[in-house]
């Protein structure tokens, strides 16, 4: 690109300079040959009306000034010179003068020539002719026509120079967008494109960070889902596969209560898959109320019997008439499973579910009796990885479950172990008088 904007400018500038240059110094040359031309006419005039009277009276100069290059012959009326040092004899020019053909311009041959008539009242009694080299004139043209190419080629320069800076203003912006392309194509989708102060490449440029902006969030998303799925599924495929392996290693066991068991987390398998689809694929689910007896009936079907298997009861306290929550049931299912997860596998004792009204927000507490919880509050919900000791991305994935439903999660204590949901209301219509 770089190069053909160079290019073009090249070459419009040197076609530019070729028109309107030609013409202008073959009229500059015609003027300067005419310029030297008149000056003998008139150096030859002028010495013609000195010499007329006098040599009408028969007087003979006898010798001629010159003017600059300018020299003068002097011949009688039968075409013999008389004074000068032109040709003995009259020539062409000077013949026609004495046969009365007027002032006579004899130009050529490298000369400029003038001939003129002296009169005795209307009698040709001789002829003046003045004479000139040309070759001082063409030497003034040919500095003058260099003067011009120069003047030309510093033109075509300034062009090059110019043209140059401006295909690099033009092609940076562009190379910048290209590399930028190509980084998101990488697959980092951080890289944005500087601004260029030209709006229509700025214009481009916006779209493209855009596009990687929205892309970016996209594969974040995705990636998260992968994680937060892969949470979710591990406790209950975990205990789906020890309860098979118990079955098989209890030899007469009843297979009737291993499959309704075998089912039940099966569905609570469903479950989680579902939720997280219904998740992952709505975007605003703000001021759905909040199913709170399925979502509690939930609990205690998914939950009441790991935590019996382990010795351990599980507990749901609810109010006679709690607050409506606005809350996605699901998103709720999650953040409450993260919690008695986390208590069957890090808590001990009894865990209590208490739903109580909060003010402005519907809480529901998950308690244990565990030998607590280390560290503060966002240390606690700071996104690990998988593999990292303690809690990893589950208390994460709970909060920002919450968050992304307009309420909070809090650790309330760290001994005894107690969560804290925060849900907020469904707002009141106001009513209008």
Known sequence: MRHRIVVLAVVAAVMTIGLFGGPLAAVMAAYMLNAGHNQVDKATDTLGLTLAAEFARGEVPGALPRAGEIRFTLYDAAGARLVGDGPAVADGPVDEVIEGEGIVDGDGAGRFLVAIPLYDGDRIVGALRGEAPQGPTFLRIAVALAAMAALGLLAVGAVWLVSRRLAARLAEPLEDLASAARTVGAGDFTATAPPSHIPEIDEVGTALNGAAARIGGLVARERAFSADASHQLRTPLAGLRLGLEAALDTPGQNLHTVVVTAMAGADRLERTIDDLLSLARDTDRRGEPLDLDALLDGLRRDWAAPLSGAGRT?????????????????????????????????????????????????????????????????DVFTRRSGSAGGHGIGLALARSLAEAEGGRLLLASRLPTRFSVLVPLVPIPVRTP
């Open 314 to 378: 599980l507990a749901v306290t609810v109010p006679a008439d709690p607050p409506v929550a606005a809350a996605s049931t699901p998103a709720m299912r999650q953040v409450l499973g993260v919690l008695l997860d986390n208590a069957v596998r890090h808590g001990g004792g009894a865990v209590t579910v208490t739903v109580r009204d909060a003010g402005d927000a519907l809480a529901i507490d998950v308690t244990d009796e565990g030998p607590g919880v280390r560290g503060t509050d966002p």
